[in-house]
């Protein structure tokens, strides 16, 4: 590039991040506090973005725009031409033609064509993820400088799991909101997987609930807070309720409302048959919520297995009951699951802050 051509850069770059980036001496151009916060930020972008550029062909660390990396992670996602386009707002040609280039530049194929779509290639997969991860820092940058300045601003979205979603994160988000008003906050749910995916494609900052044993995957963190341990539950007259302990070969008699296979909990619901060498009770009804799980269980004779901490609001009203099973119920570690190496903007750490003051409570109380 001409130098005329970097001056202007810079300048457009001051003017969107709201000031000077440099200090401008007789001794040369130093980077100023809002430099050293953008600088952080994409460098590590960079970083990370020019290891996937180069697996796939040196010349594009240098030659691959912005718009094309865009394009790239859209027909990815999408396996179509067509549908990359309308995510992205734009003409179906003008995705192709973004391919096409990088294809060039690349001087091989980023995608199979196939008679179910258009599918990447593996480098052209990890060059997404790449990428998607290089435009979340640059976010990340955005509410770094905001803060700078004193203003509430970037994105926080929390994937949580059914635990955190009633017995930590509301008062967690309650403190939160008192000293950030207006720090935008999503909450979102579903199955764990999904999150998971979520969460390393740089959508989600941080899961709170059930912690994975072993970790799923390399490349994330996990945060025990506290441990928390299941319980059995019923409706109030229940023909079990209010007698001794029910045995084991009594509750695999019974229908149940129990979480979905593959969670922590519904790990130790199967190894508790399993455990006495008995199968799996024959009727059960699958759920992760204690809405669902309480009203099925208030309209029938079902049993609910769920989080004693996580039933504790309908079993104080009277809703439900806890059984008595004599059980001793291994605790599931519950906590915070992030990206390695993901650096939190100031108001996200807050909100973590908030969650582990809260967590420590509740494993005191």
Do not use: N
């Amino acid at each position: 590039m001409s130098q005329p051509a970097v001056t202007q850069a810079i300048g457009k770059l001051e003017r969107e991040a709201g000031g000077p980036l440099f200090e401008r001496t007789r001794k040369g151009f130093f980077l100023a506090d809002r430099g050293r916060l953008l600088e952080a930020r994409l460098r590590r972008a960079m970083d990370r973005l020019d290891i996937a550029l180069a697996e796939v062909s040196p010349r594009l660390t240098v030659t691959a725009t912005v718009p094309q990396l865009q394009a790239l992670i859209a027909v990815a996602e999408a396996q179509s031409f067509t549908l990359a386009a309308r995510a992205l707002g734009l003409a179906q040609p003008t995705v192709h033609r973004a391919i096409t280039q990088l294809e060039q530049e690349a001087a091989r194929a980023l995608f199979e064509r196939t008679s179910f779509g258009i599918v990447a290639t593996r480098p052209c997969r990890d060059l997404a993820q790449a990428a998607r991860l290089a435009f979340s820092e640059i976010e990340q940058a955005e509410a770094d400088l905001a803060e700078a300045e004193g203003r509430e601003a970037g994105r926080i979205v929390v994937g949580a799991l059914p635990l955190s979603r009633s017995v930590v994160l509301p008062e967690a988000l309650a403190r939160f909101r008192a000293i950030r008003p207006r720090q935008p906050v999503t909450v979102l749910d579903g199955p764990y997987d999904e999150m998971l995916t979520g969460l390393r494609r740089g959508d989600i900052d941080v899961i709170l609930g059930a912690l994975r044993d072993p970790a799923p995957v390399p490349d994330v963190r996990q945060e025990p807070l506290f441990v928390d341990h299941l319980t059995v539950l019923a409706r109030p007259g229940h023909p079990l309720a209010g007698g001794g302990d029910v045995t084991v070969a009594e509750l695999q008699r019974r229908a149940w409302c129990v979480p979905r296979p593959g969670t922590p909990a519904r790990v130790q619901f199967d190894a508790l048959f399993a455990g006495a060498g008995l199968d799996l009770p024959e009727s059960i009804v699958e759920c992760g919520s204690i809405l669902l799980m309480r009203e099925l269980l208030a309209r029938s004779d079902l049993l609910g297995c769920i989080s004693d901490r996580q039933a504790e609001a309908e079993v104080a009203k009277g809703l439900l009951v806890r059984l008595s099973t004599g059980l001793t119920w291994s605790g599931r570690p519950i906590g915070l699951t992030t990206r390695a190496g993901w650096v939190p903007t100031r108001g996200q750490a807050l909100l973590l802050d908030g969650i582990r003051a809260v967590a420590a409570e509740m494993a005191e109380a």
